[in-house]
């Protein structure tokens, strides 16, 4: 029986497929699947519109929301490479326009230039338990119910250590930065995160949306902890954007700045609804608690912002 041909859209589905062993069936991904290493070299089926790399989050912002505005996409499919490729299995999303192709294009481009069609498997998650069943769907999708299984279980096993870990009856208020021009905060899974690492995120809504935060709201709930963690953006772009923060009179108003209770992650990571989630969970907790956890979290998670106070903005 000849191997499954697996087509990848997002950066998170990429990261699953590779966890599951999965990653010679993988034949084509998108602009932003950069984890694992191996999945770089692959074949680019979906591209931004326009490049963001050098771009301001503020910028950024405004093409984003000039492109919603005029109904234009962000992103794009190669029909031509996608009917070369000729997959069996294709993986989408249907969470956020912002972060990768909708699922509705996705099965506009297939419709057109496939003559067969191939399952494709849409992801929309909103807690930790979606994840965890995200996983698992795409094991099942692609024959390898067990390693599913297996992989979730440790998962999960890990998620609970710390949770278990974390309860001492103490919940530090967080404040967990998604985007930092305009200010929003984060959504989906990651309060729920902050929760099981044993903190609370009173600024959002457990499993709902990001939204726009305003300084007075951020001064009024003065965060014991804040976490920068500006979505797809990698630690260098963290580091730049949030030395921008430290202009801000607001900023360094805030008692958790002044004391040094700030962390940066790579925000592309908790962004990404797949396994490295936990790493994030596992992140937030040393951060808060390290006398427990100290050493626990993966190397490049997290830096204590107090590293790069004397950053310089360009």
């Known amino acids: 029986m000849p191997a499954m041909r697996i087509v990848s859209l997002l950066p998170s589905a990429t990261e699953s497929v590779f966890a599951l062993g999965l990653g010679d069936s993988l034949v084509g991904v998108s602009h932003m699947c950069d984890y694992p290493a191996d999945a770089r070299g692959l074949p680019i ?18 093409i984003i929301q000039q492109a919603r505005a005029a109904g234009n996409p962000v992103y794009v499919i190669d029909g031509d490479l996608l009917r070369r490729l000729q997959p069996d299995l294709i993986l989408t999303q249907e969470l956020c326009e912002v972060c990768a192709v909708g699922v509705g294009s996705v099965f506009e481009t297939a419709g057109k230039v496939l003559d067969y069609q191939p399952e494709i498997l849409s992801i929309r998650p909103a807690r930790l338990d979606d994840i965890y069943g995200n996983i698992q769907r795409i094991g099942d999708a692609a024959g390898v119910t067990a390693r599913a299984e297996k992989l979730v279980g440790e998962l999960r096993r890990r998620a609970g250590y710390v949770a278990e870990r974390a309860e001492d009856g103490n919940r530090p208020r967080v404040f967990c930065i998604d985007w930092l021009e305009p200010l929003r905060n984060t959504g989906q899974w990651t309060p729920e995160l902050v929760e099981l690492a044993g903190g609370e995120e009173g600024l959002a809504e457990k499993w709902g949306k990001s939204r726009e935060v305003g300084w007075d709201e951020v001064m009024d709930y003065q965060p014991d902890y804040i976490m920068v963690m500006p979505c797809a953006f990698n630690m260098d772009r ?23 209770r700030v962390f940066l ?45 004397t950053a310089s903005v360009v």
Do not use: Y
Not at 244 to 251: I, K, P, S, T
């Open 265 to 309: 992650f790579d925000g592309q990571i908790p962004s990404r609804h797949g396994p490295r989630v936990i790493d994030v969970l596992e992140g937030l907790a040393e951060a808060m608690r390290p006398d427990r956890f100290e050493g626990l979290t993966q190397p490049g998670i997290f830096r204590p912002a107090s590293q790069f106070q």
């Open 45 to 62: 089926v979906s591209r931004s519109v326009r490049s963001k790399t050098h771009l301001s989050s503020a910028e950024i912002d405004a």
């Open 238 to 260: 963290t580091i730049l954007e949030t030395a921008r923060l430290m202009e801000r009179e607001e900023w360094n108003a805030l008692d958790a700045v002044r004391e040094g």
